[in-house]
């Protein structure tokens, strides 16, 4: 090492040790200073501490005994002391918490909260604060704070509140308003015109109703507060007694008694009812409720029910129907003028008597026990009845009945409707008679229709047996004369004998035993152009297949052969035609029987279908035949008619029902 | 071998008897004809029992007892009710044929209007009779 380098280091320890020694000198300095400050902080802090324990037991005894919620807190939220109260109400355990009061605050109240903290720090209180806030037990609550600063000289240290739980409180107070809104919407809205009025006669509360009524062009809590007087005399001439109406609201304000449904007649012909409803409080005179109600409509209703009703009384009054009201148990309550006529009675010796005992004969009892007990069950039901009326007629009545109901739909009896059909019944009766005197009496005559054929045939047979007997018996002693007159006598003896038969049958058709049944045609026509006699020259044709139809066997096959050999009877061609032929329709057959014979003239149409009435002079012709015809298509509902040229032909139509 | 029946006739008209009477003769038959004028006759006849006739031919009206009134009780006796008879008759009424079938009888035939055909119709009437076996008297 030079002895340059020596000096260097020797000369830079040197002032080393000189920076040392000031640093130390002004250490020991602070040192001084800061003991100095020490000594005086731990002087004032026992002060503090004595003045607080002074204070703290000072306030100890308001402290426990305050029934609210008491919280002593840092500036920074801790807790430094609460009494019972507050430990049940924030949901502590003890009161040892070290806990920051912040953390109760609701999530989104925090913005609030720190607001009026600070506030609290600069104004030193804040009162009548409300936060929501979530306890130690987690429940949710509202409550109330008085808070204020603690200061220690002038310097703030603390802050104490004190805590009310008003969760329950609001929620009644906002039940309150809400139901007090719904009733005031209600009394806005009602029907009826409200107009409460207090003790010095100031409008209180109204409707919209009210002032529709009393054509107030103002909103209903505009005329709050203004008197009552000045409203109502202002539209007293909406009234048509405008006089009457102010004295009569004089009258009931000095007696101050509830009136119940007053009228009032308005000009333009409303109809209001008015009730007056003063109030009462403890005895005392506080006002009183107007009830304005328009029932022109329902005055309206009634008066045309009333109207109806009356003309309902004059419709059963005048009617020429008996009507008769009886209860449950059948006992008459309400007759009709009609009725006292139908039945002989007078209404009092009816009305409170059991209708069923009154009347009926024997074998009417039963019936009306079932009619009456049906009604009660609630049918409806019309009936016949065999009665005696008061002088002890037997009348016949046709009763229509049905159940009576009460408002609640309930069935508190019966309603019946009497006629007195006896003169319809006597008829009906008699015409039962007649109709068993006809049935008889065709029977009779058919009958008779018999025994006089059987008798005028019998003599027929007897001469033409004693005829052939003179023939045989002068055989060959008759000249030709003699012998033509004989066959002359025997020709008129057939006519004769078939005349008798054909007026039989034309008599016993429509007096049919038997009834109708189902007919093949097709079998019984084809059946009997087989048997029937048919000359060489004519054909006789079924062009299409026969229908079945409903009818009398017997004499549908008589119809069809009546008009066939009438056909065949008059066909002058060397080619006679016969043409069956039938037209199904929609409720009816129609068929046609065509032939290509001599002909009717149009004069006769007419006339053919009449008995005896033949148009040609033959010997097998007895003119019954076409009317025979014409009564067997009658008895089977149909019609005949016929088109015809003279030497041309003739068709016969004829229908039958299906 | 043809049997000879005895045939009773009940029968009011006295040509319808001369009828019968001259056909059978007609026709050479030696046929019995017993004649009665109504059925209180014919009864009165038969209830003697003496010689009962093998068929009966009988018209339905007649006086006093009709034709069916006669069958009616000829049908309740034990002995006559075996005794076949054939309505003969101008009368076709059906009634009058259902109620004689009902109560009981061997044939129903009407009386043709003409002699020839009436001879016809007893021929074949009482050939077939002939020829059937009766109950032994």
């Known amino acids: ?658 | 071998m043809m049997r000879v029946l005895n045939v009773l006739l009940i029968e009011d008209d006295m040509i319808e008897v001369m009828k019968l009477n001259r056909t059978i003769s007609s026709l050479d038959l030696k046929h019995k004809i017993i004649e009665t004028n109504n059925g209180e006759e014919a009864l009165q006849f038969l209830q003697k029992k003496e010689e009962l006739p093998d068929i009966i031919l009988l018209d339905l009206n007649m006086p006093r007892i009709n034709g069916i009134e006669f069958l009616s009780i000829l049908k309740k006796d034990e002995v006559l009710r075996y005794i076949p008879t054939v309505i003969l008759t101008t009368s076709n009424n059906q009634k009058d044929l259902l109620e004689c079938y009902k109560i009981g009888i061997a044939g129903y035939v009407l009386k043709p209007l003409k002699y020839e055909d009436y001879v016809l119709k007893i021929e074949k009437v009482l050939e077939y009779w002939s020829i059937n076996e009766l109950k032994l008297v």
């Open chain 1, 1 to 658: 090492m030079s002895q340059n380098q020596l000096e260097l280091l020797q000369r830079s320890l040197k002032r080393e040790k000189a920076a040392r020694k000031a640093a130390e000198k002004i250490l020991e300095n602070k040192s001084a200073e800061l003991y100095e400050a020490n000594r005086k902080l731990e002087k004032s802090h026992t002060e503090l501490e004595a003045l607080l324990g002074k204070t703290d037991s000072q306030l100890q005894g308001v402290f426990e005994n305050i029934v609210d919620a008491y919280v002593i807190m840092d500036l920074s939220g801790y807790i430094l002391k609460m009494n019972d109260a507050a430990i049940s109400l924030l949901g502590f355990i003890d009161s040892k918490e070290d806990y920051n009061l912040i953390e109760m605050v609701a999530l989104n109240e925090k913005y609030r909260v720190a607001d009026s903290f600070k506030e609290l720090l600069k104004t030193g209180a804040i009162t009548d604060f409300q936060v929501n806030i979530i306890t130690k037990k987690n429940e949710e609550k509202l409550v109330h704070i008085n808070a204020s600063i603690i200061y220690d000289q002038g310097i703030p240290v603390a802050a104490q509140g004190i805590v009310r739980d008003i969760t329950e409180a609001k929620k009644a107070e906002d039940l309150l308003i809400e139901s007090e809104n719904r009733l005031s919407t209600l009394i806005m809205n009602l029907e009826s015109g409200i107009l409460l009025v207090d003790e010095n006669r100031k409008i209180v509360l109204s409707n919209n109703k009210f002032c529709e009524i009393f054509k107030i062009n103002e909103a209903p809590n505009k005329i709050i507060g203004k008197g009552c007087t000045t409203v109502i005399d202002n539209n007293k001439n909406l009234f048509v007694n405008q006089e009457g109406f102010i004295s009569r609201i004089d009258e009931i304000n000095k007696y101050k008694k509830d009136i119940i449904g007053e009228e009032l007649l308005m000009v333009d012909g409303k109809i209001i009812e008015r009730d007056y409803i003063p109030v009462f409080e403890k005895d005392n005179y506080k006002g009183h409720l107007w009830t304005y109600k328009d029932v022109t409509l329902k005055r309206k209703y009634e008066k045309s029910i009333e109207a109806q009703r009356q003309k309902y009384r004059n419709i059963i009054a005048n009617m020429h129907l008996g009507l008769v009201e009886v209860d449950s148990k059948g006992v008459i309550l309400m007759v009709n003028q009609s009725f006292l006529e139908i039945s002989g009675y007078l209404e009092e010796e009816l009305v409170g008597k059991k209708s069923g005992e009154l009347f009926p004969v024997k074998e009417g009892v039963e019936i009306f026990e079932k009619e009456s007990n049906r009604c009660l069950n609630g049918e409806s039901s019309s009936y016949e009845v065999k009665v005696k009326n008061k002088v002890g007629e037997i009348r016949y009545w046709l009763i229509s009945g049905g159940p009576n109901y009460n408002l609640n739909g309930e069935i508190i009896g019966s309603i019946g409707v009497h006629w007195d059909i006896t003169d319809i019944k006597n008829l009906e009766l008699q015409k039962e008679k007649l109709l068993i005197q006809l049935g008889k009496s065709n029977d009779e005559l058919e009958e008779y229709a018999h025994v006089v054929s059987h008798d005028l045939k019998s003599p027929l047979r007897s001469i033409n047996a004693l005829v052939t007997w003179l023939k045989e018996d002068n055989k060959g002693k008759l000249d030709r004369t003699s012998i033509q007159n004989i066959e002359h006598i025997e020709n008129t003896l057939e006519k004769m004998d078939q005349l008798i038969s054909d007026v039989l049958t034309y008599s016993s058709i429509g007096n049919e035993s038997g009834e109708k049944t189902s007919v093949d045609l097709e079998d019984v026509i084809t059946g009997l152009v087989q048997i029937m006699y048919k000359p060489e020259h004519i054909k006789i044709e079924i062009n299409n297949k026969l229908p079945v139809v409903v009818g009398y066997k017997t004499k549908l096959q008589q119809l069809f052969q009546n008009l066939i050999s009438n056909a065949i009877k008059f066909i002058d061609k060397d080619n006679g035609i016969v043409k069956v032929d039938v037209l199904e329709q929609s409720d009816y057959y129609k068929f046609s029987i065509k032939d290509n014979g001599i002909g009717i003239e149009p004069k006769h149409h007419n006339k053919i279908f009449k008995v005896f009435h033949a148009l040609n002079k033959r010997k097998d012709s007895t003119g019954i035949g076409l009317s025979i015809v014409k009564k067997i298509v009658d008895l089977h509902g149909g019609e005949i008619w016929l088109e015809s040229e003279v030497n041309v032909g003739t068709i016969f139509f004829f229908t039958i029902k299906k």
